[in-house]
């Protein structure tokens, strides 16, 4: 059974700083999604990583995927207020082709920017 | 943009009564999801629907079912609403493809009395 973990569940950065948030999963996965939440609203798809090595970045966010270690990171660079939201991360578990079920979702993780 | 419209943001609803719950997304999406989240618990997917009149279970399925008539439109169903089901629910859709993205409606957030 695929479990996916993310640490830290809470993360309190200042404005400027860079931090890394990690995903892991226990079982093989393929590919891996990073989502983004405000509160209050509903996820937002930030990245897609479909292969090991895989590195994508967008602004201050950049995300990549290790298969072999069952590890991704999202690394947060040079933070700023309006990155404050909780971040998910996902992976694939078995087999199901095109459908994407069963997407296994990490419990999130707070992220609060302070000035 | 895509569009992934939920019937309600909010709900309230006595136990025992039949719930429905309505999705419809405007990008033709094969593929359509139902998730609960709770505090500390995340996302947990209920169903999933990859065709019209196809459903498969999630890892949460008990006390619930789903209808896919329409392509466009994927509906939860509470057969006999429970206190524990109160919950957020949110929708989702993508197109067939594990490299998709799902999109996410914005929630209707479900208290069951």
């Known amino acids: 059974e695929l479990k996916v973990e993310q640490n830290p569940l809470f993360l309190s950065m200042q404005e400027g700083k860079n931090y890394t948030i990690y995903c892991n999963y226990s079982?093989?996965?393929?590919?891996l999604y990073w989502y983004r939440q405000d509160p209050g609203k509903s996820l937002e798809s930030l990245f897609v990583l479909l292969s090991n090595g895989a590195v994508k970045q967008e602004g201050r966010l950049m995300a990549s995927l290790d298969t072999k270690a069952r590890l991704s990171t999202l690394h947060i660079t040079a933070a700023v207020h309006d990155l404050s939201a909780t971040y998910f991360c996902a992976a694939v578990e078995g087999d199901y082709g095109g459908s994407q079920g069963n997407l296994i979702f990490g419990k999130g993780t707070k992220l609060s920017v302070k000035p | 943009d895509v569009k992934v419209t939920q019937s309600s943001r909010y709900l309230v609803k006595r136990t025992g009564e039949k719930v429905f719950l309505e999705c419809v997304q405007d990008?033709?999406?094969?593929?359509m999801f139902w998730y609960r989240q709770d505090p500390g618990l995340g996302l947990r997917l209920i169903y999933f629907?990859?065709?019209?009149?196809?459903?498969e279970k999630g890892d949460i399925p008990e006390g619930y079912s789903v209808s896919r008539e329409k392509k466009e439109r994927f509906s939860l169903i509470l057969e006999s609403a429970s206190t524990n089901q109160t919950s957020m629910y949110l929708c989702a859709s993508s197109l067939w493809g594990g490299n998709q993205p799902q999109h996410f409606g914005d929630g209707t957030r479900l208290s069951i009395l």
């Open positions: 629907s990859y065709d019209v009149k196809m459903k």
């Open positions: 079982t093989t996965s393929d590919r």
């Open positions: 990008m033709d999406h094969e593929n």
